[in-house]
């Protein structure tokens, strides 16, 4: 086991920052801690690397109990949003300076120290920039010399707080795809903390999705995305429809039409509800036929990559659906502002409204 977090309570003051959190994470696993701002996600990642101390409960690393240990004993390595590279350091000076600092006994040779440096410094490819100064890279550049530098010490667990934020969306989406493929060749338990569900969905074996101090769900990117335990993880990954209405008779109406209820809520007393739609889960047609007798007009077209995205007003809803399509069936309909067209749910999911978000 890589780590195990039982029963982990932090309080501020009066404000339950994370409520009883218990996690497995296995050897080697990589896993994104997902949530929205302020549910805990960094607090969480303090704490494990002993930053921070817990209120109650405890924190194995590979087996053993490390809740009281100072950072320094825990043997993790961290890299933050904001590059924490030193500046007066070069590139080299900066990976090699937490085995320099190691103490006699555990402290390599030089010529052991260079080794590592520079073979560190080939895996993130930095190795052309060993002379330069944090000033003259980019910030993509920084950030993976400093994954070196967490990594140059052998870490038990590396923690990765939200370390490409700060980055412009394309050097964001090329630094996701490398940590992906340089994990999978060192393995090294991993924790990765943000709060971009595609950033999670692309990059992790594993996704925790976490709410006011709580984990609402884990599971594989495929399993939460395509299975939301509840209302908030639908509505946190990905773009989705939420209509209100209300569950009667084993129907549950949304504006004017209505969709079978899930056989969970077949038997209960009316309830309001919301109903989840993804917008690629939409079919549209310029044909009445069977099942998709709701009837609404386009009023915007974007264009979206590949697909098409339509905003669609449709009668008896009291906000337009927004619907995404292939742009092959976008040119074979012809598509225009103010066409009428008939929208079908192709997947449904409904919950009652115990649930606040
Ligand atoms: N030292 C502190 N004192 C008081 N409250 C704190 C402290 N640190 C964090 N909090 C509060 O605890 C909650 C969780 O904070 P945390 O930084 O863990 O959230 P987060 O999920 O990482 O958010 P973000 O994505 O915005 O960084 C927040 O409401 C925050 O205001």
């Not at 590979?62 to 590279?85: I, S, W």
């Not at 399993?223 to 939301?228: A, S």
């Amino acid at each position: 086991m890589g780590i195990e977090l039982q029963n982990i309570t932090k309080k501020f003051t009066d404000y339950t920052a994370l409520d009883n959190i218990s996690l497995n994470i296995a050897s080697g696993e990589l896993i994104a801690l997902l949530g929205p701002s302020g549910c805990g996600k960094t607090t969480l990642l303090r704490i494990i690397a002993g930053l921070e101390s817990a209120d109650s409960g405890k924190i194995i690393l590979e087996g053993k109990d490390t809740t009281n240990l100072p950072p320094r004993e825990k043997n993790v390595g961290f890299v933050f949003q904001h590059y924490a590279l030193f500046r007066r350091l070069n590139v080299y000076e900066n990976v090699a300076f937490g085995l320099k600092v190691l103490p006699r006994s555990k402290r390599p040779s030089k010529s052991e120290i260079k080794d590592r440096v520079e073979h560190l410094l080939k895996l993130v490819q930095m190795e052309w920039a060993l002379k330069r100064y944090p000033s003259q890279l980019s910030g993509g550049q920084r950030q993976r010399v400093a994954l070196a530098r967490a990594l140059a010490v052998n870490p038990r667990v590396l923690l990765l707080d939200e370390p490409f934020s700060a980055l412009d969306a394309k050097v964001r989406q090329e630094l996701r795809r490398w940590l992906r493929k340089l994990h999978d060749e060192i393995h090294v338990t991993s924790i990765f903390v943000t709060h971009d569900q595609e950033e999670a969905l692309e990059l992790a074996d594993r996704i925790v999705v976490i709410n006011k101090g709580k984990i609402e769900q884990q599971g594989t990117p495929q399993e939460v995305y395509d299975h939301p335990a509840n209302a908030f993880v639908y509505n946190f990954l990905g773009n989705v429809n939420v209509f209100h209405g209300r569950v009667h008779e084993g129907m549950v109406t949304l504006g004017g039409h209505s969709v079978d209820a899930p056989d969970e809520l077949k038997n209960s007393a009316e309830k309001t509800s919301q109903t989840f739609v993804r917008p690629h889960e939409i079919g549209i047609s310029k044909i009445r036929s069977e099942g998709n007798d709701l009837e609404g007009t386009i009023r915007e077209i974007r264009l979206l990559g590949g697909q098409i995205g339509l905003n669609i007003e449709c009668e008896g809803f009291d906000q337009p659906i927004d619907a995404e399509i292939p742009r092959e069936l976008y040119l074979n309909l012809q598509l225009k502002k103010g066409d009428r067209v008939f929208v079908t749910f192709n997947k449904v999911k409904v919950f009652a409204c115990d649930y606040e978000i």
